[in-house]
């Protein structure tokens, strides 16, 4: 079975801090590389943050970088975004998503993604 599950998404003031987890099937979590986006109703799916070809090895778009931070836990099967410093421009709705080969900063190349879960940032 193929899956992503995303969760922890709310309604939170700027400056505050939000982590959002995304529970991944056994085969996604462990042959993927995983992958957060994020959606604006009305425009394009953005990429946020993704491992590469190693956990520790990890990607940030330039208008998050150095206040989010993507982590893994192996045995819970979970892959984490930590948020910190949250802006109302942070307001979306986020996506966990996975891909079989190394990662990619476009959402076509992701064939697989969760339900998503919104964030909304008020000022």
């Known amino acids: 079975q193929v899956q992503l599950v995303e969760s922890g998404g709310g309604l939170v003031q700027a400056g505050d801090s939000l982590s959002l987890s995304c529970v991944a099937s056994?085969?996604?979590?462990?042959?993927?590389?995983l992958g957060w986006f994020r959606q604006v109703p009305g425009k394009e799916r953005e990429f946020v943050a993704a491992f590469g070809w190693s956990p520790s090895s990890t990607f940030y778009s330039d208008s998050v970088k150095g206040r989010f931070t993507i982590s893994r836990d192996s045995a819970k099967k979970t892959v984490y975004l930590q948020m910190n410093s949250l802006e109302p421009e942070d307001t979306a709705i986020y996506y966990c998503?996975?891909?079989?080969?190394?990662?990619?900063?476009?959402?076509?190349?992701?064939?697989?993604w969760g339900q998503g879960t919104q964030v909304t940032v008020s000022s």
């Open positions: 998503a996975a891909r079989a080969t190394l990662y990619s900063e476009l959402p076509s190349q992701y064939p697989y």
């Open positions: 056994e085969r996604l979590f462990f042959s993927y590389a």
